[in-house]
Structures are given as C-alpha cells and as structure tokens.
C-alpha cells in the first residue's frame, strides 16, 4: 500500500512535512491521527462519497491534512485560491457544490465577507478566528482518531483562472480501487524520472492551490517521503530550506504577466521542474 496509512503504521515518527520558517513538524503518525478526526469531522457534517468541500487557506500546515481527511471519506476537494475577490470565490463553492467552506485567518477579510453569503454551508477557520466560523482544530479534535468503518479515495476538483470567463472546474471521476490501493500516476511518473524514493525530501514553495505544488506534495506523502513546505516563495529562503533536501526536488508553477495557467495545470498537473 502506497499511502500515508501505511507509512502511519510503518514509520510514524518519521515526518510528512515540514513548515519551512518554523520548522514545524508533523509526523506520519500526527497526519493518520489528524486526518482521521477531520474525516469523522467531515463525515458527521453529512459529507459523503462524492460530495464537495472547499478550502481557502494560504500554505498552512492544516493543508495537507485537511486534503488527507477529505481523501479518505470519497470526497471532492475544491482549493480556491487565496488571491480571489469574494464574488470569485463564492462562484466557486457555489459551482463545485461544497457542503464545507474552510479559511485561514490569512484570507479573513474575504472570508468574513463570503460567510454570510455561504451561511447555509458548515464554515470553519484554521489558525485563528473569523467573524461567524467555527475552529477546525477544535471540531477535529473532539473527533475520534481511529479510521472511519468504510474509507473511499476521494479527488482534487480545481479550477480554471476564469480568464476567458467563469472559472471552469475539472472534476475527474472517483478512484474505484479498494482504499489505499489507488497511486497517483505522478508517483510512478517520480520515480521514473527523478528516482523518487521514501527517503526523498522535497520542497515545495509555490502556492499549495495550484494543481501542481498540491498533487506533486501528496504524491510524496504516497511514496512516504517528507515534504518541506515554503509558506511563501523567498530565494533566501528556499537556499537556506536546500540542506534539508536530499538531492533537491522543487516545484515551480511557471506563469505569464502574473497570471498562472490554470486551466492547464489542472489537466495535466502543472509544469514540474528539477532543481539543479
């Protein structure tokens, strides 16, 4: 079994990621645990197989962990980007159907404004407080930690930039493989090319919203390697993150006067880079 369950039981005090300026840590183990209680979270809201839930969080250490708890329970994760206006972002979760709304406190001035609008949907804040959310550290944690009875592989749903218009969502099918035995295609594509191995440590400093840095980090977390998550792009930074690497591997989302190609990245993943 290619999945954080099974490095969970494997190698639980090896870390999954790491936060680059604080050096933050979660385990394999922290991430089984946690991803558990936000499945049994979601689950108790009434997500079920194929439903959505959408975040808007900026790089934050709940990431992974949230799309960990979504993928476990058959669901559809819409990652909105945090540099949206509220009518985009609404547009959005209205679009993708979300039952769940989540934000950090680093897009509260939008999500104060989307609350209201998006009242009917169960809406929690990461890091912090926001005007009419509920805490998701709080909500997970009063949840058990044990696997849910009948886990089903879930899927990302991301989003065009709307530049020739209104966002388009692309929604693949669910994954119809027994739980833990579905493997991301950039797993083999890895070790194919880069020779990925669970040893590998890898940094991501772009935006974990783009279909890139996201699938690229999770396919890491399948392999059972560590993530080192920038939670912003700083080329000071990301030389000071380089002894962590282990023959570095970086992801670069490349973009055109600002503006990322989204619609791309969505269907094929994103333009991955090696790093010299």
């Not at 912003?232 to 973009?255: H, I, N, Q």
């Amino acid at each position: 079994m290619l999945h954080p369950v099974a490095h969970a039981r494997t190698h639980p005090d090896k870390p999954a990621y790491i936060m680059a300026a604080t050096g933050e840590t979660v385990t394999y183990g922290e991430l089984d645990r946690r991803a558990n209680q936000g499945a049994h979270l979601l689950r108790a809201l009434g997500v079920g197989r194929g439903d959505g839930i959408a975040i808007m969080l900026d790089n934050h250490p709940r990431y992974l962990e949230i799309m960990w708890a979504a993928e476990r329970i058959g669901a559809y994760v819409t990652c909105i980007s945090s540099k949206l206006m509220v009518d985009e972002a609404e547009y959005i979760v209205r679009d993708g159907a979300c039952r769940v709304f989540i934000a950090s406190t680093a897009v509260s001035c939008c999500a104060e404004q989307l609350g209201p609008r998006i009242a009917d949907l169960a809406r929690f804040t990461v890091g912090g407080t926001i005007d009419g959310f509920d805490g998701y550290e709080a909500a997970r944690d009063a949840q058990p930690d044990t696997p849910v009875a009948d886990p089903a592989h879930g899927q990302v749903m991301l989003y065009s930039s709307g530049t020739t218009g209104k966002p388009k969502g692309v929604r693949f099918p669910l994954p119809e493989e027994p739980f833990g035995e579905h493997v991301s295609p950039l797993v083999g594509l890895g070790r194919a090319l880069y020779g990925w191995t669970s040893d590998m440590v890898y940094l991501s400093p772009a935006p974990m919203y783009h279909a890139a840095p996201l699938r690229w980090s999770m396919a890491v977390n399948q392999i059972g390697g560590t993530v080192v998550i920038m939670e912003k792009f700083d080329a000071e930074r990301a030389l000071v993150s380089c002894p962590l690497l282990s023959g570095p591997s970086t992801m670069t989302v490349w973009t055109k006067e600002g503006t990322t190609n989204a619609s791309e990245e969505a269907q094929a993943g994103g333009d991955h880079r090696q790093a010299a």
